[in-house]
T-cell receptor, first 113, second 110 residues
Framework: QQQVKQSPQSLIVQKGGISIINCAYE??????FPWYQQFPGKGPALLIA?????SEKKEGRFTISFNKSAKQFSLHIMDSQPGDSATYFC????????????FGGGTRVLVKP | NAGVTQTPKFRVLKTGQSMTLLCAQD?????MYWYRQDPGMGLRLIHY???????AKGEVPDGYNVSRLKKQNFLLGLESAAPSQTSVYFC?????????FGPGTRLLVL
């Protein structure tokens, strides 16, 4: 049973466009929601994270939107660039449970020049 | 700082063979984790450790064992490899901040 569901599995966006990735979770005890970016042949790297006490967090071109009542959160990549082409994973964890991350299935993003 | 390193980078095993994957971190992190990554399934936690000498099971622990004899090292063992264990394995570490991941070990079991 996958506790964090991520969609879409892949998406193609033109340079300058907006990429949107959605995640839904089941466990209401989750209290930390990071997004990881992974390039081919590399390990995942933290991109941006949010806690449930805020509804939105923005860092540069990357924004997380969080809807606690719907148990959903999303990543928006504004002004997408070819260098953003990567696989993106959402995740969730409970800090009281030792920071164990539960990952979504991943979204492969391709930004066309 | 090297961060999180993993050895080896790539390995081919025959069914039934054993091997150990080594993870090392130089950030003095208390927590360490082993994940496997399979297409469409994201990363799934195999085992983790919250300190030297401690280990605990994650989501998919069957067929794997771990040891944390030193704070900086976390070993993942496969006693009798199976084709279903073909995957990319990632180690990660943290304490109070985000998890830092290693570059991965690609394992092929024939």
């Amino acid at each position: 049973q996958q506790q964090v569901k991520q969609s879409p599995q892949s998406l193609i966006v033109q340079k300058g466009g907006i990429s949107i990735i959605n995640c839904a979770y089941e466990n209401t005890a989750f209290d930390y929601f990071p997004w990881y970016q992974q390039f081919p042949g590399k390990g995942p790297a933290l991109l941006i994270a949010i806690r449930p006490d805020v509804s939105e967090k923005k860092e540069g071109r990357f924004t997380i939107s969080f809807n606690k009542s719907a148990k959903q959160f999303s990543l928006h990549i504004m002004d997408s660039q070819p260098g953003d082409s990567a696989t993106y994973f959402c995740a969730a964890s409970r800090q009281a449970a030792g920071n164990k991350l539960t990952f979504g299935g991943g979204t492969r993003v391709l930004v066309k020049p | 700082n090297a961060g999180v390193t993993q050895t080896p980078k790539f390995r081919v095993l025959k069914t039934g063979q054993s091997m150990t994957l080594l993870c090392a971190q130089d950030m003095n992190h208390e927590y360490m984790y082993w994940y496997r990554q399979d297409p469409g399934m994201g990363l799934r936690l195999i085992h983790y450790s919250v300190g030297e000498g401690t280990t605990a099971k994650g989501e998919v622990p069957d067929g794997y064992n771990v040891s944390r004899l030193k704070k900086q090292n976390f070993l993942l063992g496969l006693e009798s490899a199976a084709p279903s264990q073909t995957s990319v394995y990632f180690c990660a570490s943290n304490y109070q901040g985000p998890q830092h991941f290693g570059p991965g070990t690609r394992l092929l079991v024939l």
